[in-house]
């Protein structure tokens, strides 16, 4: 099924999991909140839907209400409470979204030991799935990732070809030329993010089930 619709007020859980984006919604009740915590990777986009909550990122706070949106970019750390005497309901998505997915810090600012898939092992035993096999995921993750660097490799060496072929057209004013040489830089681009995606998905398979406590 392509088009999949979500309503809030009934689908407060993950939406949408890959490693590009998670996205869900998310609901606090009233004196509840989130854990602080930062994304070593990862932006975090913050829209209130219903109620009101207090946003605390990098030591700055703001009450956020229905259709205010914030933002936490990488490595900052971030937490949440919901305010007042109704529930707040919100969209949150975090791009990329790659284990680990969350960094712990203790009171002195140093980061705690890395956790790999928690929600990820949880959501697996709801659905009713087995646990993952790491031996089974080993392999794979290599040859993902040697297929990365070949990826890599292979749209370096286009991007230098192109780069004299595009210097070229710029300074002749040949429009044409400049288009299609940064047409072959883009399948460059593209080859390698698909690579590094089919990583990633492996990957996180991988670590969790790796790591499982």
């Known amino acids: 099924m392509a088009l ?5 007020r009934k689908d407060v859980r993950n939406v949408v ?11 606090f009740e009233p004196g509840t909140g989130g854990a602080r915590h930062s994304h070593d990777l990862g932006h975090e986009i913050f829209l209130v839907l219903e109620g009101e909550a207090e946003f605390e990122i990098e030591g700055e706070r703001a009450i956020l209400g229905p259709g205010q949106m914030c933002v936490a970019y990488a490595d900052q750390k971030h937490e949440v409470k919901c305010v007042g005497d109704k529930p ?6 975090v791009t ?33 799935l087995p646990p993952l096999d790491p031996s089974a995921l080993i392999d794979e993750h290599v040859a993902a990732s040697n297929a990365l660097a070949e990826a890599a490799a292979a749209s370096a060496q286009e991007q230098e070809l192109q780069a004299v072929e595009l210097r070229r057209a710029l300074a002749a004013g040949d429009k ?12 460059g681009i593209y080859a390698t993010c698909k690579a590094l995606s089919a990583m990633e998905t492996v990957w996180n398979q991988l670590s969790p089930a790796a790591t499982a406590e």
């Open 96 to 128: 990329p979204h790659l284990e680990p997915t969350h960094t712990s810090w203790t009171e002195a600012g140093e980061k705690k030991p890395f956790r790999y898939g928690p929600s990820t092992a949880r959501e697996r035993a709801e659905a009713g």
């Open 17 to 27: 999991i890959t490693p590009e984006i998670r996205s869900r919604f998310l609901k």
């Open 176 to 187: 044409a030329a400049a288009k299609a040489a940064v047409d072959a830089m883009w399948a």
């Open 88 to 93: 707040i309901t919100m969209y949150l998505s």
């Open 4 to 8: 999949k619709v979500y309503d809030y």
